[in-house]
C-alpha cells in the first residue's frame, strides 16, 4: 500500500543520500499551528461546559456529550475521509479540512439549542479527521527516518500546545465574552491558519486510492492489534476527569477562579511531555516511554480521588499532580505513532490514522464513563480515570513483547 508520497517530499542530495526538503521544518511547523486550531476546537468546550450548559438549559454531563459524540464522529469518520480523500493534493485537502472545522464553529456558536450544536460538532469532526492524520503522515514524510518521532511530537506539539494555551484563553474568552464568542474566535483562527497552510506548505500529491476493505485489513495483523487498543486506553483514562475538569478541579479544594490556572499547567504539562516524548522514544524506545507515562498518570489521578475523598486541602499538591497528569496523558502519542509506524511502515498514514481514530475513540469512552461518574461524585471520576491507567499499563506490558521490534 502507498505511503505520502515521500520521494516527493524529499530531494535527492549529491551523495545520493535522501535530505529533507527545503522549507520541511517551516512546513511541519505551520502543520503544527494546524493541529492547534484542530486541538483547541476539540478541547475548549471542557473549559467553558457548566456555562454552555446553563445557556442551553441542559445538564453539565448532557453538555458534555458533545464532546463525545466529537470524538465518536471523528474516529468512524477518520478512515472513511482518508479512503475518499486519498487522491486529493495533500496541501489542498489539509486546506480544506481547516476551512470545514472553521465554518463548523461558526455553526456551533450559533446553536439555538444542544441539537443543533451537535450537528456543528460532527461537521467539525470531518474537519479535524481529515486533518489530523495527514499532518502527521505529512510531518513524518518530510524528514529522516531517525528524526520521525521528533517530527511527529512537532506537529502533535499543536494539540498540546492548544491544552496549554487555546483551552485556558478560551476558556477565558467564554468568561468574558461568551461561550459563543469564543467559538467564533476559533472559527476565525481556522481559517487564517488555513491560508498559512496554503501559502507555506509544498504542494505534495495525493496517493493511490484504496478501497475501505483494504485500509481496514491492516486490522487484522497481530502486531497493530497489540498496539492500536492501547491509544484508546490511555486516552480514555486521560479524558474521564479532563473533559469535566472544572467540576472534578472544584472537588479538590480549587478555589473559583483557579481553575484556569490548572488548565495552564495541564497544558504545560501536555507540552513537556509530548516533547519529552519524542526525544526519549528516539532514543530509549517507546515502551519504557510508556510504561513511564502509565504509571505517573495513574498516581497524577489516584491522588486526586483520594484528596477528594478524605475532603483534605493540599493546595500545594494538586498543581503539581495537574501538570503530571497532562504530561502524561500526552506522552502517549508520539510514542504509539512511532510503534505503529514500526510495525507497519508500507502504510504509515493509515496507521496514523487509525491512531487517531484511537485518540478520539478513547476520548469519547473516557467523556461517557465521566459523564456517567460525575453525579456520584468527583471521587469515582477520578478513580476510574486511574483505573483506565492502570488497565493501559497491563495491557502495554502483556502485548509489548511481541508488538514492536528493537524496543
Sequence with gaps: MPSVSIPSARRQRTDGRESPERGGLSSILVLALGTFAVGTDAFVVAGFLPSMAGELHVSTAAAGQSITVFAAAYALLSPVLATVTARLPRRAL?????????????????????????????????????????????????????????????VIGGLTVATALGVPLGSLAGHWLGWRTALGIVAGMCLLIALGVRLIMPVLPGNARVPLRTRLAVLRRPAVLAVLPLTVLGMGAAYTAYAYSVPVLRAVRVPDGADLWMLFLYGLGAVLGNLASGYATDRWGSVRVLTAGYVAMALSLALPAWIAATHVSLPAVVGPLVLLWGASSWCQTPAQQHRLIEVAPQEAPLVVSLNSSGIYLGIGLG????????????????????????????????TARGAVRGN
Design 94 to 154: 489539509l486546506v480544506g479540512a481547516l476551512i470545514t472545522l472553521g465554518l463548523a464553529n461558526l455553526c456551533s456558536a450559533l446553536a439555538p439549542d444542544l441539537a443543533v450544536l451537535i450537528a456543528g460538532r460532527i461537521v467539525a469532526a470531518a474537519g479535524a479527521a481529515a486533518y489530523t492524520p495527514t499532518a502527521g503522515a505529512v510531518g513524518a514524510a518530510l524528514v529522516r527516518p531517525e528524526l520521525r518521532a521528533r517530527a511527529l511530537a512537532v
Design 367 to 398: 467523556t461517557v464513563l465521566g459523564g456517567l461518574a460525575l453525579p456520584h461524585g468527583a471521587t469515582l471520576v477520578y478513580a476510574l480515570g486511574a483505573a483506565l491507567a492502570v488497565a493501559a499499563l497491563l495491557f502495554l506490558r502483556i
